[in-house]
């Protein structure tokens, strides 16, 4: 059994995703660009959606959860960010490969307006 002087803070490094992210296609209708920053030790997402109808242009900033390779690494190779943006949620799960980010996002409606929910994956290098 763990006690509660045994549980310690784990710290994922996440230094090397910080920057700006943009997306390597062009007409993208969901995010345009993504800007991940550092707060009090927390990984920030500022998104930049495509202001299309469906996706809003400015997503806000969310705090992520970071995700390291296996419980005994310290390096971050992925995060999950979720938004609320009132008329639908967003969640984006993102991993790392060879330098890129890959975004996988599921978006649900909630405003009634009978718009099928919809997946989307797509692919970002660091300005």
């Known amino acids: 059994m763990i ?6 803070e784990t710290r994922i490094d996440f230094s090397h995703l910080l920057g700006t992210w943009i997306n390597t296609y ?30 809003p242009g400015e997503w806000g900033t969310v705090i992520c ?24 949620n967003a969640s984006l799960s993102v991993n790392t490969n060879k330098g890129i980010l890959i975004i996988a996002g599921s978006c649900t409606f909630k405003d009634g307006s009978g718009r099928s929910d919809y997946f989307f994956r797509e692919f970002y290098f660091l300005q």
Not at 3 to 8: F, L
């Open 3 to 8: 006690t509660e002087n045994q549980i310690t």
């Open 26 to 55: 062009d007409a993208s209708k969901n995010i345009g660009s993504f800007k991940l920053t550092a707060e009090d030790n927390q990984l920030i997402i500022s998104v930049n959606g495509v202001d299309n109808g469906v996706s």
């Open 65 to 88: 959860k970071t995700l390291a390779y296996s419980p005994e690494k310290d390096k971050a190779v992925a995060f999950i960010a979720n938004y609320d943006l009132n008329f639908m």
